[in-house]
């Protein structure tokens, strides 16, 4: 009896079907009364603008909100006051358009970046584990023909810890200031293409042949 040990690979290539948009609303100010009377008035013009295009407001999470020490042009100490809003779902690249618009009209120091992610992802990554050990095995099948001798079953596996979910190019997260979108005449949906991930998982096994 001996043994074989063999790499077994699986991808899959599949559309993304959930996005999470960040939007970043930013005021600047000489004490933290200013800033945040400055902040909460471009905040309030954000939910609005959101509200009036149809969107649950209910669905907009605050996720962060920090202050930090900034200068101004004249060199003076100034106070920054930041705030992230969040809003998750399903893919929705007209949604993705609407919200860069809605940014670039009414928000005067802002920015967004969105993210894309597979609802199913840790189901795939299960599937892959499993196309890839019978990769495997056929690889060591072909072994144990050459060699004139019958494979037996498996020894042993090891699972790659590296998981790769790889997003394609134009599928990337992708940041734009407010005021560059403002200057484009297509929203980022129209920039962004196909929206797809690659998964890929790799197996080490060892198989007992005779």
Do not use: C
Not at 86 to 100: A, I, W
Not at 114 to 133: G, H, K, N, T, W
Not at 172 to 178: H, P, Q, T, V
């Amino acid at each position: 009896m001996g043994k074989v040990s063999v790499s077994g690979l699986a991808t899959r290539v599949v559309p993304h079907d959930q996005m999470a948009i960040s939007m970043t609303v930013s005021a600047k100010g000489k004490n933290l009364r200013e800033v945040n009377l400055a902040n909460q008035k471009r905040s309030n013009s954000l939910l609005e603008a959101l509200a009036e295009a149809g969107l649950d407001l209910a669905a907009v999470k605050l996720e962060q909100d920090t202050i930090e020490k900034t200068w101004g042009p004249d060199n003076a100490e100034l106070l920054q006051q930041s705030r992230v809003y969040k809003l998750e779902g399903s893919l929705d690249l007209r949604l993705l358009n609407t919200v860069s618009a809605l940014l670039s009209e009414n928000i005067e120091d802002g920015s967004f970046r969105v993210s894309f992610a597979r609802s199913d992802a840790q189901d795939i990554q299960s599937q892959l584990i499993r196309e890839a050990l019978l990769d495997s095995r056929a690889k060591a099948q072909m072994i144990a023909d050459t060699l004139g001798q019958k494979l037996l079953g498996l020894d042993q596996i090891e699972v790659a810890e590296q998981i790769n979910e790889v997003p394609f190019p134009r599928a990337e997260r992708l940041a734009y200031g407010a005021k560059a979108l403002a200057l484009r005449d297509s929203g980022p949906a129209d920039r962004l293409g196909p929206s797809e991930v690659r998964f890929e998982r790799q197996v080490h096994a060892t198989w007992l042949i005779e």
